[in-house]
């Protein structure tokens, strides 16, 4: 009874095509996040939706569109895939939003490796 | 697959106590280990990593970690913490080399209290 389930685990797929990664959460939260990791193998933030809309939008290029048809979803929709899109991309969420007066934990999902070729 | 166990859910501490959280995984492989934290008010960050080399690994504000191989540890330290080191605290796991999925412990929550 996974938490923050992901899917596809992995998606492989040519340059220039649009692609779509799934991710639900179980846990009645209010806030949901995409992270990419990178070659590096470091995590950094995307988006963050609350509710539904858009609450962070890091420098990320647009052809990256999150959407959240309800609060239990975010997805991610890459538009024209290039080779550099190629990575891990990780779902969490979190009861809320995090604020300065509280640290909500964050829950992950497994991960989606993307590799474009 | 590997796998991340973080023990301490919640820790509290005083200012100036020595912090030590726990952090082991189950891997068979080489690996790469990391140290994330969540501030409050603040996204996920880098605290340290460990790709090879010294075992002891130093990080920002003070924090360092020991890789301990024949025990599958790699346990966050700090000599003593302050009331800003109140944080959400993730170990991370990877089998080292190419793209390979970083696995998370379920995190630990410090609180330091002044």
């Known amino acids: 009874d996974t938490a923050v389930s992901q899917t596809p685990k992995y998606l492989v797929t040519q340059m220039g095509n649009d692609k779509s990664i799934k991710c639900e959460q179980n846990?009645?939260?209010?806030?949901m996040y995409w992270y990419k990791q990178d070659s590096k193998k470091f995590l950094k933030i995307m988006f963050s939706y609350n509710n539904k809309e858009l609450i962070i939008n890091e420098t990320v290029p647009n052809r990256f569109s999150p959407k959240s048809p309800d609060k239990a979803h975010l997805n991610l929709h890459i538009n024209s895939l290039e080779l550099g899109d190629s990575a891990v991309y990780f779902c969490?969420?979190?009861?809320?939003?995090?604020?300065?007066?509280?640290?909500?934990?964050?829950?992950f999902g497994s991960g989606t490796q993307l590799s474009v070729l | 697959a590997q796998s991340v166990s973080q023990h301490n859910h919640h820790v509290i501490l005083s200012e100036a106590a020595s912090l030590e959280l726990g952090c082991n995984y189950s891997y068979g492989g080489t690996v790469n280990l990391f140290w994330y934290v969540q501030y409050p008010g603040q996204h996920l960050q880098l605290l340290l990593k460990?790709?090879?080399?010294?075992?002891l690994v130093k990080g920002i504000k003070g924090f360092e970690a020991e890789f301990i191989k024949s025990k599958f540890s790699f346990n966050l330290r700090k000599p003593s913490v302050q009331w800003s080191d109140t944080a959400e605290y993730f170990c991370?796991?990877?089998?080292?080399?190419?793209?390979?999925?970083?696995?998370f412990g379920t995190g630990t929550k410090l609180q330091v209290i002044p």
């Open positions: 846990l009645g939260h209010d806030t």
């Open positions: 991370a796991v990877t089998p080292s080399g190419g793209y390979q999925k970083v696995t």
């Open positions: 969490a969420s979190s009861q809320g939003p995090t604020t300065s007066a509280t640290n909500e934990k964050l829950f």
């Open positions: 460990y790709f090879s080399g010294d075992p």
